[in-house]
């Protein structure tokens, strides 16, 4: 499949931050209509390019709305499935997070594959792999995963193997830490970047907890799409790929940027150490490279920059 050009496609999640992202790379590429299906408990219709190519419909993976599944699938070509409960879910309600990302994925790959879908690209986690230290996540590495979530993300995954092997081909992304416009919709998590950004607004320092050295992978949304879009494409399928920038961030650097970017006069400030203390959680991206000939290209400082004039009203 070369090109998303006048192709039907579905994109789960599609009303939340990477996913309404995404919504907008595809219109780009040309696609002839995009059905959206969220359950809008974090993402926000309003997060969608408005255009008559695109769908949006109330569905909650995981409940008695799967049901209608086939329907929303069919003619579908290309089903890219972001909709989940997210990592901090997982502590206070397990049993949602293994509802929607576990049997309302598996309803979601069967219908696929009962519906004769072309391709189905998972956006899968780093949390997957479980462990918070060590080199680069590999892809050949056994996972691990620690949390209800990467349990979920990882389930996933294995489905889609399965469920893929009568015709249906799969792509994995394991994506690492995604930042940029729109990430904070209004409920639950708020990630370093976004509340260290609404602290430097609203003049209070920056914070840092412990020495500030743990480290992560950062990688700009716009970044991410591609990547998406072209999992969607390549020739190859049967992949599972890290989505990164393959660079380590301190908390530090990273607030020293963010710092910069905002054109604020302020100080970090420490509090106690955390469970993230001597963490590091970066993807080795070589293998993405390889396959789809794709790497991040957004420097962090211009994706920080393009991050906090969203946040300022100027994304
Ligand atoms: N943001 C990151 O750094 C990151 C990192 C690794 C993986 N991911 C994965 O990427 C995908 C998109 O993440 P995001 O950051 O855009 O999250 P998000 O919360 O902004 O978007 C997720 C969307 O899914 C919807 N949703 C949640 N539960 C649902 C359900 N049961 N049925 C239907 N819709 C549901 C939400 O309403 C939301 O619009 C997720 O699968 C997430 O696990 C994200």
Redesign the pocket.
């Known amino acids: 499949m070369a090109t998303l050009d006048e192709s039907v496609v579905v994109v ?9 992202h995404l919504v907008s790379g595809l219109l780009k590429a040309g696609v002839a209509r995009v059905l959206v ?8 219709p309003a ?1 969608l390019a408005d255009s008559d190519r695109v769908e949006v419909v109330e ?5 008695k ?1 799967d049901a209608a599944l086939a329907r929303h699938l069919d003619g579908a070509d290309v089903v890219f ?7 901090n879910q997982s502590k206070d309600s397990p049993a ?1 997070v293994m ?3 576990i049997k ?1 994925t598996h309803a979601l790959f069967a219908a696929a594959a009962e519906s004769k879908v072309r391709r189905v690209v998972f ?5 997957a792999y479980g462990r918070t230290n060590g080199g680069p996540y590999v892809e050949t590495e056994v996972p691990e995963p620690r949390t209800v ?1 990467g349990i979920s ?1 990882l389930a996933g995954e294995h489905l889609l193997w399965h469920l893929a092997q009568n015709g249906l081909e799969a792509n994995v992304l ?6 940029g416009p ?4 209004g409920m ?1 998590y708020k ?1 370093v970047i976004i509340k260290n950004f609404e602290r430097l607004r609203a003049g209070l320092p920056p914070t840092v907890y412990g020495d500030g050295r743990q480290s992560l992978d950062y ?1 700009y949304v716009d970044d991410v799409v591609e990547a998406t879009m072209l999992a969607a494409t390549a020739e190859r399928t049967g992949l599972t790929l890290n989505v990164g920038s393959g660079r380590k961030t301190t908390v530090n650097e990273l607030l020293d940027v963010m710092i910069d970017v905002s054109g604020k006069k302020a100080k970090k400030c420490s509090e106690p150490a955390d469970w993230t203390a001597g963490s590091s959680r970066v993807g080795d991206v070589r293998r993405i490279e390889e396959q789809l000939g794709w790497r991040a290209t957004t420097p962090l400082e211009s994706g920080l920059a393009r991050t906090w004039a969203w946040m300022n009203g100027n994304g």
């Open positions: 789960t999640g599609g009303a939340g931050f990477i996913g309404s299906l969220d359950s809008l408990r974090y993402g926000d997060n569905h909650c993976f995981g409940s709305d499935h972001l909709a989940a409960e997210k990592h949602a509802d929607a990302n309302g956006s899968s986690s780093l949390y979530y993300k394991r994506y690492l830490f995604v930042y729109k990430q904070f919709a639950g990630s990688v």
